[in-house]
């Protein structure tokens, strides 16, 4: 048995083949997720490779620790926007020092979140050479493990995008 869906898998293997063949590194940025973009990208032998680390930047304090980026910090984002999950892969990816940085935020259920956001609502972010991008996901779902699954394909299939597009 296996945590990771086939087409995780697959989004898996297209990111580390990209990722190695560059001789690239990325930092990944977690949050409602749950450590589930890491986990899965850990499980390609070799990831050492291409993985220099993640996060699950859960709680203010955590972010505030390891990112220097506290609760007063973030009002002026007004919850999980784009702009704050970028931020945040932004850091990370600068704090340990690989080429790219990739994040998601949001509210996987079943409630929302304190700024309001919806339950199955995220924001995903990419930061690389040269490249910026972000997207909303909404999956009209309240089952957390669910929305965690699916925030955690969709943070993978817009990494492989990025990845395809920015060859």
């Not at 990209?18 to 986990?39: F, K, P």
């Not at 859960?58 to 007063?72: K, V």
């Not at 945040?88 to 079943?110: H, K, N, Y």
């Not at 779902?141 to 699916?150: G, L, V």
Request: aromatic share 8%; charged share 20%; net charge negative.
């Amino acid at each position: 048995m296996t945590f990771v869906s086939t087409e995780q898998a697959r989004l898996v293997t297209e990111i580390a083949e990209a990722l190695i063949d560059r001789d690239e590194q990325v930092a990944i940025a977690e949050s409602s997720t749950g450590g589930l973009v890491s986990a899965c990208l850990l499980t390609y032998p070799g990831a050492s490779r291409f993985v220099v680390g993640a996060g699950v930047l859960y709680s203010y304090p955590i972010r505030e620790a390891l990112l220097g980026m506290g609760e007063a910090e973030h009002k002026p984002y007004g919850g999980s926007t784009p702009e704050l999950v970028l931020r945040l892969a932004e850091l990370f990816r600068d704090r340990v020092g690989a080429q790219w940085g990739i994040g998601e935020g949001g509210a996987a259920g079943p409630a929302l979140s304190p700024y309001g956001h919806p339950a199955g609502y995220t924001a995903l972010a990419i930061a690389g050479p040269g490249t910026i991008r972000t997207e909303i996901v909404e999956t009209g779902s309240d089952q957390r493990a669910q929305n965690m699954s699916a925030f955690t394909t969709a943070l993978l299939d817009l990494f492989a995008r990025t990845l395809r597009e920015t060859t």
